[in-house]
Antibody
Framework: QLQLQESGPGLVKPSETLSLTCTVS??????????WGWIRQAPGKGLQWIGN???????VYNPSLGGRVTISADTSKNHFSLQLNSVIAADTAIYYC???????????WGQGILVIVSS | DIQMTQSPSSVSASVGDRVTITCRAS??????LGWYQQKPGKAPNLLIY???SLQSGVPSRFSGSGSGTGFTLTISSLQPEDSATYYC?????????FGGGTKVEIK
């Protein structure tokens, strides 16, 4: 059974970099054609897609985040990571990682991790 | 970006009622649409993919329909455990986008 688990600091200071890792078990992130992505949800708000990592190392990001996003993968550890630079209070959210087939919705999600941006 | 507009934003209905939620895309997305259910404190759970295909393990009272720019999620007979927020998502083009959500409450 595929499982995803987010980890990282729960508190980040404004202007610093938010760094999270999604550890995957039950499947290899380097096999198949599925996409691995990050989604976030501000408190009491809706869902926002952040970006995806594809097999082969390609990435695609949400332009609304102004080029502050980097997603990378470590296939030896079977995890992929999110970096969001120059964070502000509006980046406070629950961050989820997930997997989805091409042109299909996310069928696996992590449990989510709350990240608060505050000094 | 493809804008996804959900309506209503909230609905209150009785157990056994039929509930319909609408999602409209700002451009043609074919059948590349999914529906999720999210309960407080939990990650979203996939209900429908391909606009009308029921995800494994999801009760048959949930159904989806539509194509192009107009889609619906129907709960044929509302149950207490269906109290949640529902989201649509288009997977036709990047950036992937979600509807604003519909909160379903039990009267």
């Amino acid at each position: 059974q595929l499982q995803l688990q987010e980890s990282g600091p729960g508190l980040v200071k404004p202007s610093e970099t938010l760094s999270l890792t999604c550890t995957v078990s039950g499947d290899s992130i380097s096999s198949g054609g599925d996409h691995w992505g990050w989604i976030r949800q501000a408190p009491g708000k809706g869902l926002q897609w952040i970006g995806n990592f594809f097999h082969g190392g390609s990435t695609v990001y949400n332009p609304s985040l102004g080029g502050r996003v980097t997603i990378s993968a470590d296939t030896s550890k079977n995890h992929f990571s999110l970096q969001l630079n120059s964070v502000i209070a509006a980046d406070t959210a629950i961050y989820y990682c997930g997997r989805h087939p091409p042109y299909a919705p996310f069928n696996y999600w992590g449990q989510g991790i709350l990240v608060i941006v505050s000094s | 970006d493809i804008q996804m507009t959900q309506s209503p934003s909230s609905v209150s209905a009785s157990v056994g009622d039929r509930v319909t939620i609408t999602c409209r895309a700002s451009q043609d997305i074919g059948s590349r649409l999914g529906w999720y259910q999210q309960k407080p404190g939990k990650a979203p759970n996939l209900l429908i993919y391909g606009a009308s295909s029921l995800q494994s393990g999801v009760p048959s009272r949930f159904s989806g329909s539509g194509s192009g720019t107009g889609f619906t999620l129907t709960i044929s007979s509302l149950q207490p455990e269906d109290s949640a927020t529902y989201y649509c998502q288009q997977i036709n083009a990047f950036p992937l986008t979600f509807g604003g959500g519909t909160k379903v409450e039990i009267k």
